[in-house]
């Protein structure tokens, strides 16, 4: 327990980081950012690739997905 009572402040650390003006976006900033970043622009990429083929597949008249 005396670790979550004695733990360093970091507020100042990351409002330096924050508040920088360094030109990076602001959900960009932090070191883990990339690791949050990647696999959700890459699902969000495909959801929006297979919306776009399954419109396209529907317009040409197919109802299915193969």
Same mark, same amino acid.
């Given at each position: 327990? /005396?670790?979550?009572?004695?733990?360093?402040? =970091?507020?100042?650390?990351?409002? %330096?980081?924050?508040? %920088?003006?360094?030109?990076?976006?602001?959900?960009? =900033?932090? &070191?883990?950012? %990339?690791v *949050?970043? *990647? &696999?959700? @622009?890459?699902i *969000?990429?495909?959801?929006? /690739?297979?919306?776009?083929?399954?419109?396209? %597949?529907?317009?040409?008249?197919?109802?299915? @997905?193969?």
């Open positions: 327990m /005396a670790g979550f009572i004695y733990k360093e402040n =970091k507020v100042p650390q990351y409002q %330096r980081l924050y508040q %920088r003006d360094d030109g990076v976006r602001l959900w960009n =900033k932090h &070191p883990r950012s %990339r *949050l970043l *990647l &696999p959700y @622009f890459a *969000l990429g495909v959801g929006v /690739a297979g919306s776009i083929y399954g419109m396209v %597949r529907m317009a040409a008249g197919k109802k299915t @997905f193969y």
